[in-house]
């Protein structure tokens, strides 16, 4: 597998150049929205054309780019049965600890800051400027959007989404496919499937698994 090459699977200009500012040569943009080029990179079909795609770009691995976790988990899944095997990009200036673990397909990007001891598991996306503190454990799928902060050993589950500006304090732990809104500043544990938001974070309603 050459790691230097990528396919994206979504063509999402910021993660485009992210990808640029990692080094990273774009073989390609699989998108069911985008024809010919787009940012100047040939769009190489829809997610139907992937078998073929596998055998036309054998050892290029793919960068699965949704923002939505669900969304990404489908496709993830979805490519990963054909045989294409999915890759991770950090931008150059996320400060990501020498401690901290990172599974397969996550993206961190510009300004994030990674600490001593984070698990990331795969395909978390970390967007600009999260700052993820000390002993963080973050699920499979899970995105943290620009500017929210997890202090010290903080506990996210799988496939949630922390909005951004968002804060969760010291040794929260939020269960699986929790969202938690804009701003909010989460001060307790949340249950799985919960939507919270405001300053302290109270349950708004509760969403499907």
């Not at 979504?10 to 150049?17: A, K, M, S, T």
């Not at 202090?151 to 269960?175: K, S």
């Not at 938001?197 to 109270?202: D, E, F, I, L, V």
């Amino acid at each position: 597998m050459d790691s230097s090459k990528l396919i994206l699977v979504g063509g999402f200009h910021e993660v485009i150049e992210l990808c640029e500012a990692a080094g990273k040569q774009i073989v390609g943009i699989i998108d069911p929205q985008l024809h010919g080029e787009y940012f100047g990179y040939p769009v190489l079909g829809k997610d139907e054309d992937a078998p073929t795609l596998l055998e036309r770009f054998s050892g290029v691995p793919v960068l699965i780019t949704p923002d939505q976790p669900g969304t990404r988990e489908k496709l993830v899944c979805y490519y990963e049965r054909l045989g294409f095997t999915c890759s991770g990009v950090v931008h150059p200036l996320a400060t990501v600890s020498r401690t901290a673990k990172l599974g397969t397909g996550v993206v961190i990007a510009l300004g994030a800051n990674v600490s001593s001891g984070v698990e990331l598991a795969e395909h978390v996306r970390v967007n600009v400027r999260a700052n993820i503190m000390h002993d963080v454990r973050i699920g499979p799928y899970t995105t943290v959007a620009p500017n929210a902060v997890l202090l010290g050993r903080v506990r996210i589950g799988r496939g949630c989404y922390i909005g951004a500006n968002a804060t969760i304090l010291p040794r929260v732990e939020l269960g699986d496919h929790v969202v938690v809104g804009a701003g909010a500043v989460v001060t307790r544990s949340v249950p799985a499937g919960s939507i919270v938001k405001g300053n302290p974070a109270r349950a708004d309603e509760k969403i499907g698994g």
